[in-house]
């Protein structure tokens, strides 16, 4: 396959992945509208660089190893579900700020690396991306698919979930919408932590 068809593909399948609900969302829009557009973003680049675990062990071949250990799969699971378990209690524990503290909390918001590091464990931590860049991966790679061919795939990837997520930010991060998640307050960070916790349950559950 060229390398043009291969991103066409790429492309296609990966922007639905990207936009389909699941941590990577919920993460981004609690940290957009909690912390602010600086924040999310941020995320936003931690989740994408969180691919480049995903697709470096893809690119060695692991990935089929991977998805077809039921042990290593089971131990992804467990440590990503507790990871999302751990974000949820943080989020349900919110509690109502007065208008005067949220300078100080913002303030004390947590560092760029920290950040971007929620983003990065939250996307390398995900069970499922070893089965879905087993089968993205097959549809586009062959054995003589060049290395550089298969550092650009991953690049562009990458762009796509960024690209997707700053677009998610910008969006919450509009004046008029922003304003009325803002006004949910601690309520808006317990739904979300709640989803988390959802999300966390629900991945120690599913069989993959």
């Known amino acids: 396959m060229d390398i043009t068809t291969g991103l066409v593909m790429i492309s296609s399948i990966h922007?639905?992945?990207?936009?389909?609900?699941?941590?990577?969302f919920v993460l981004?829009?609690?940290q957009t509208l909690s912390q602010g557009k600086k924040?999310?973003?941020?995320?936003?680049?931690?989740?994408?660089?969180?691919?480049?675990?995903h697709i470096a062990y893809s690119a060695l071949g692991l990935a089929a190893v991977i998805a077809n250990s039921a042990s290593?799969?089971?131990?992804?699971?467990?440590?990503?579900?507790?990871?999302?378990?751990?974000?949820?209690?943080?989020g349900i524990r919110s509690t109502a700020r007065k208008e005067q503290a949220i300078?100080?909390?913002?303030?004390i918001s947590p560092s760029p690396a920290k950040t971007i590091g929620l983003g990065f464990l939250c996307n390398?931590?995900?069970?499922?991306?070893?089965?879905?860049?087993?089968?993205?991966?097959?549809?586009?790679?062959?054995?003589?698919?060049?290395?550089?061919h298969l550092f650009i795939y991953g690049l562009w990837m990458m762009f796509i979930q960024f690209a997707w997520f700053a677009t998610v930010v910008l969006l919450l991060s509009r004046p008029?919408?922003?304003?009325?998640?803002?006004?949910?307050?601690?309520?808006?960070d317990r739904i979300m932590g709640l989803?988390?916790?959802?999300?966390?349950?629900k991945m120690l559950t599913t069989k993959l």
């Open 15 to 24: 922007l639905l992945a990207a936009a389909s609900p699941g941590p990577d």
């Open 28 to 30: 981004v829009s609690q």
């Open 39 to 53: 924040a999310g973003l941020l995320c936003s680049l931690g989740i994408a660089l969180g691919l480049s675990v």
């Open 72 to 90: 290593l799969l089971t131990l992804i699971k467990l440590v990503g579900a507790s990871y999302l378990l751990y974000l949820g209690y943080q």
């Open 103 to 107: 300078s100080v909390t913002q303030s």
């Open 124 to 148: 390398a931590l995900n069970p499922k991306a070893p089965v879905y860049f087993v089968a993205l991966f097959t549809l586009v790679i062959s054995p003589d698919t060049p290395l550089n």
């Open 176 to 188: 008029t919408v922003n304003k009325k998640f803002q006004q949910m307050g601690h309520w808006l």
């Open 195 to 201: 989803a988390m916790i959802a999300l966390g349950i």
